[in-house]
């Protein structure tokens, strides 16, 4: 996967340029792809160097016709309206590969999670989302964690996870959706969400405080010694 490296000088050039251009309306995955990047509602976050490929199987094919909407802290992907939602029936499956960039314009990532809305009815058929962290290659490249979100039509669902990550300031992300239908079976994906955290400005700043005091008081003792 090629990826543009950004480095910590020019990064607050391409946020400041993001914020005055910063499109009214949604994004699609289609602009993404294209080489659109986006800020979160927050401006904490900043996602970039978009892949997304749709396998043969996938109904809709058309990256345009799903759309992006930016969150406090992450993003949503649903098809447009008339469109959804994304379904598969009988025997037929498919999977929409996301792959990104997310960084931290301050404080570092803390934590992830993800939520699927879908729907899976008859044995063997399911819609899911597996979502795989690793570190950018220039930090290591290594594998971090990993999330998963499912609907199943014969067993146990599971339509949200979460994970706790150590501090990142940047990572690259490999997202998969996915939909298997067997025969007499279906299933469908409405929405899915991606959501971050970082910590607020004022939370850095108690802790920093907090942190210098004890320094404060430790050398103070010292002296008294």
Known sequence: MVRI???????????LALLLGAPAAGL?????DAGESFLSLS???FFTDFQVTPSPGLPVQD???????????????????????????????GDLLIEYRVEATAAPI??????????????GAFSAVTEDFFAVSGDGGAFIDDMIAVVTG??????????????????????????????????????VEQHFTTPEPSTI?????????????????????
């Open 5 to 15: 490296q950004t480095t910590s000088i020019a990064l607050p050039f391409l946020l």
């Open 28 to 32: 699609t995955l289609g602009d993404l």
């Open 43 to 45: 401006t904490r976050l």
């Open 63 to 93: 990256l345009d016709s799903y759309i992006v909407t930016r969150l406090q802290e992450g993003f949503s992907i649903e098809l447009e309206e008339g469109v959804g939602p994304l379904e598969v029936n009988h025997p037929q499956a």
């Open 110 to 123: 803390t934590d992830a999670s993800l939520v699927l809305e879908g729907s899976a009815s008859g044995a």
């Open 154 to 191: 014969g067993g146990s669902s599971q339509l949200t996870d979460a994970v706790v990550l150590a501090p990142v300031l940047r990572m690259d992300v490999i997202k998969d959706v996915q939909l298997s239908a067997a025969a007499g079976t279906s299933a469908s994906i409405t929405r």
């Open 205 to 225: 700043l108690c802790v920093a405080g907090g942190l210098a005091g004890l320094a404060l008081r430790r050398r103070a003792v010292s002296s008294d010694c």
